[in-house]
């Protein structure tokens, strides 16, 4: 089931972000094939990456654009966002668990929000924004954060070789190198909260080859940052 040598072709889906496209960058340097799905109305914002990738225009959720777009994929790295009221993110989860090839590494980004086991401490200024976000979203009908629980809620379910990655606040700037990652919010490593996009990206990409990583949901954090310096 392991390894390096299996992935050669991956599905990117929302690869037109800023997640995304640190990810084709990431998966066009390891030699991948890479097939991107992106709104039709992004597909501009891969110019730069046009002649070396496949480009499936279409909303994530749309589960003929990922029947396509994942066919032979030996992994899927999806960008769960809970845009919209619309189950975007679970519309999204759904398609990715029900196409992809059955041998396939799927690979999910998320927040520190999601809980797998309710095992993860949370301070309250934390639990007050998320509240105060996902009352604010479903309001404004802008944000489903429910939604995004719901899509990895059905992932946790799943009996696929799927890995959540739940990612800290996050910042730009160049690579600081693999970020740690540990079990549960509250873990001291994770204390400091940030990490940089483009190691979030590089997280996920090397999570298809960790098989330690399948069914597990890191919560992730830059490996720079004193938290992780401390307890590393
Ligand atoms: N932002 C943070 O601080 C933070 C913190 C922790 C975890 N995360 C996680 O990191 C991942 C990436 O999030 P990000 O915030 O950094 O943004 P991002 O990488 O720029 O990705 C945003 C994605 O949402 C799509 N999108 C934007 N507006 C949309 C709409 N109205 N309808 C449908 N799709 C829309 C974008 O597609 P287009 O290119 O077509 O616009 C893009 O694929 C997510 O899984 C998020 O949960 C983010």
Redesign the pocket.
């Known amino acids: 089931m392991s390894g390096t040598n299996r992935i050669r072709k991956v599905g990117i889906i929302?690869?037109?972000?800023?997640?995304?496209q640190h990810m084709v960058r990431h998966a066009l340097e390891r030699g991948y094939e890479v097939v991107g799905v992106?709104?039709e109305?992004?597909v501009p914002?891969l110019a730069a990456y046009a002649d070396r990738i496949t480009i499936v225009p279409g909303?994530?959720n749309d589960r003929d654009v990922i029947r396509q777009a994942v066919a032979g994929c030996d992994g899927v790295l999806t960008?769960?966002?809970?845009?919209?009221v619309q189950q975007?993110s679970s519309g999204t989860a759904q398609a990715v668990l029900d196409h992809s090839e059955p041998h396939a590494r799927l690979i999910?980004?998320?927040?520190?929000h999601i809980t797998r086991d309710g095992k993860d401490q949370y301070s309250w200024k934390f639990k007050t924004a998320l509240q105060l976000a996902t009352r604010l979203g479903r309001l404004l009908r802008a944000v489903e954060i429910d939604d995004?629980v719901e899509a990895c809620r059905r992932i946790f379910a799943s009996n696929r070789l799927w890995t959540v990655v739940?990612?800290?606040?996050?910042e730009e700037g160049e690579s600081q190198g693999l970020p740690e990652w540990s079990h549960h919010i509250g873990d001291p490593i994770l204390a400091s909260n940030l990490t940089r996009?483009v190691d979030?990206a590089l997280f996920m990409i090397e999570a298809l080859t960790d098989d330690l990583l399948i069914q597990e949901a890191p919560a992730i954090v830059g490996r720079l940052t004193p938290s992780a310096r401390a307890h590393a």
């Open positions: 929302g690869a037109s972000g800023k997640l995304g992106c709104r109305s992004s914002k909303p994530t960008v769960l966002v809970p845009w919209g975007y999910f980004s998320c927040g520190w995004q739940r990612g800290s606040d996050l996009r979030f």
